[in-house]
């Protein structure tokens, strides 16, 4: 538990603080969501389950921006130009960071290693205008050493488009062999929007909004389904 407080500690260090080997950095524009302007008012209340889980994945979907944009002392800097590339270090950890500007694109890649093992890696890009976006991350947990050999390695995956028509989002978690999660979710700009959540490539529940707020949330784990109104 100790070396995974750490790692933490890893991420903010690196996203706040660090020595440039470039003169000159670019200043990216990471674009973040706020669904709580898009969903209906009445959903924090009459479909708790349905906004939680939404929620959460604006959650998981604006954390990428602590990779993605540089340091305060990069932002400070003068002039721009194409790559950025920043290696750091903390106790036991080293943390091999690079990003680019390619076209219309910012991509980026963390590689953090725990005594010269590769332990986590995230990996994505964004559009430039925001109307796209995706990343990549993996935790070896063995690397960290005695006592986490038996935690289960995962990957992490998220994807999204946004546009006249609203905002589109995919999202997995897949643990190996213990469980796989994958979230569906599009909201469109009047406000209604569809959610859905499998487990283990079997769709577990799902839900269908209106932009009056009003809805349906579906169990599919009863047979047949069971659907409660909102």
């Known amino acids: 538990m100790k070396k995974i407080i750490s790692i933490i500690i890893v991420v903010l260090f690196v996203s706040c603080s660090g020595d440039s080997t470039s003169e000159n950095q670019f200043e990216p524009k990471v674009t973040s969501f706020n669904f709580e302007e898009r ?14 889980q939404v929620m959460s994945m604006q959650a998981q979907m604006n954390a990428v921006g602590v990779f993605m944009t540089n340091s305060e002392w990069m932002n400070n800097s003068s002039g721009y130009q194409s790559r950025t590339t920043d290696d750091w270090s903390y106790e036991d950890y080293n943390i091999e960071y690079s990003y680019d500007l390619v076209g219309n694109q910012y991509q980026f890649l963390y590689t953090v290693t725990y005594q010269g093992e590769v332990y986590y890696t995230i990996e ?7 109307s796209a976006g995706y990343w990549a991350s993996s935790i070896d947990f063995e690397a960290l050493g005695q006592g986490m050999e038996n935690m289960p390695d995962y990957t992490t995956e998220l ?10 989002m995919e999202m997995s978690f897949d643990f190996g062999d213990t469980m796989q999660v994958f979230y569906e979710m599009n909201i469109n700009n009047d406000g209604s929007g569809y959610f859905a959540y499998t487990l283990n490539n079997d769709l577990t529940y799902s839900a269908l909004w209106n932009a009056n707020g009003t809805g349906q ?6 047979s047949p389904p069971s659907i409660t109104y909102w």
């Open 124 to 130: 994505g890009w964004q559009m430039s205008d925001g």
């Open 39 to 52: 969903l209906p008012e009445n959903m924090q209340t009459d479909a708790a389950i349905v906004y939680s």
């Open 159 to 168: 994807s999204w488009t946004s546009d006249t028509d609203g905002l589109n």
């Open 217 to 222: 949330w579906t169990n599919h784990t009863t």
